[in-house]
């Protein structure tokens, strides 16, 4: 049984409009059909014109990436009957982070810079020559790769990201979640090259906020970055604020059960980054005029020891 059904479209086209505008598109359609398929019959029966992109219709392709009611997903994967507003609308938007070329249509040229600079492909140590049969993958190792094998590059994440939004250098989760599947295939023998890469391309900037959760896929990108994250001070790639934040902040908790400020401070700059040290200075000064430097040395937590037998159990490395 079909429904009225208003489709509040943003609509730009790059080669005539200067703004973009809106038009609410009114249809018959059912509600129990998903997103995509509303667009489709508005395209096909209301007006040509309405620019998307789409292929598989079955949540595989990516293609169909777009803002919904202020959420960015799949339009394949999503019920009409979810998103429907009270007033029987359902709002569409192209990507944030993307600069939009027609409607929903969206100039992906950064999101598939961060992914290409990776060289996202295997790069065995040994050509497939020198194999009799294909190269073996233990189910134990497969494990690790099995979810984010599961991306299908629509984007969704790095629309989210709200560090891509103040900083587009940021390669952005599935770049980075990408990168841990060949930096974790025992296949591969460009782990070192890949961490220093993604490294290079930002990824301490991630602010951990979780916003890529959104993956409707479930690779779970978060996961992967805090990984990256390991994996990279595990190969000795600590020279940046980044990883030096991570290692001092777990450094003074282990030793004192509390966050030693004045030891974090130091520590992401660098102790022997004079001119790091000397760009905050007047930072301090104005924290130590208005009472607020913390206590030159910390006193440990009653039973520190337990702290510290957490930290040992689970292996966090704090230099």
């Known amino acids: 049984m079909a429904d009225k059904i208003v489709l509040d479209l943003f609509r730009f086209d790059q080669a005539v409009d200067e703004v973009p505008h809106r038009d609410r598109v009114e249809i018959d359609f059912p509600e129990t059909s998903t997103v995509l398929d509303a667009l489709e ?6 007006d040509g014109s309405i620019s998307f992109r ?16 202020g959420t960015t997903g799949l339009a394949c994967k999503t019920p009409l009957k979810t998103v429907l507003r009270d007033d029987r609308s359902v709002k569409l938007d192209p990507m944030p982070n993307f600069e939009p070329m027609k409607d929903l249509v969206v100039h992906m040229d950064p999101f598939w810079d961060r992914y290409s600079r990776l060289k996202p492909y295997l790069q065995p140590a040994d050509k497939d020559s020198d194999h009799e049969r294909e190269r073996r993958v233990s189910p134990e190792d497969m494990k690790k790769l099995v979810a984010v094998a599961n991306c299908v ?8 990201c709200p560090v891509v939004s103040v900083d587009p250098s940021f390669a952005g989760p599935a770049a980075i979640a990408y990168a841990y599947r060949f930096i974790e295939d025992v296949r591969d023998s460009k782990r070192k090259e890949r961490v220093a890469q993604i490294s290079d391309d930002y990824l301490w900037l991630c602010a951990h906020c979780y916003a890529c959760s959104y993956c409707p896929k479930h690779v779970e990108p978060q996961d992967d970055i805090i990984a990256v994250k390991r994996i990279s001070i595990e190969e000795g790639l600590t020279n940046a604020p980044g990883p030096r934040h991570a290692l001092v902040v777990a450094k003074t908790i282990k030793q004192s059960g509390m966050l030693n400020e004045n030891e974090v401070i130091i520590g992401t700059v660098g102790r022997f980054n004079f001119k790091g040290i000397a760009s905050i200075m007047p930072l301090g000064l104005r924290m130590a005029a208005k009472g607020k430097v913390p206590p030159l040395f910390m006193k440990p937590v009653d039973k520190v020891s337990e702290i510290r037998t957490i930290y040992e159990a689970l292996e966090v490395p704090v230099g």
């Open 41 to 46: 019959y508005a395209k096909a029966e209301v």
């Open 54 to 69: 789409r292929s598989c219709r079955s949540a595989i392709c990516g293609s169909c990436s777009m803002n919904i009611n």
């Open 153 to 160: 590059m629509c984007a969704t994440c790095y629309s989210l």
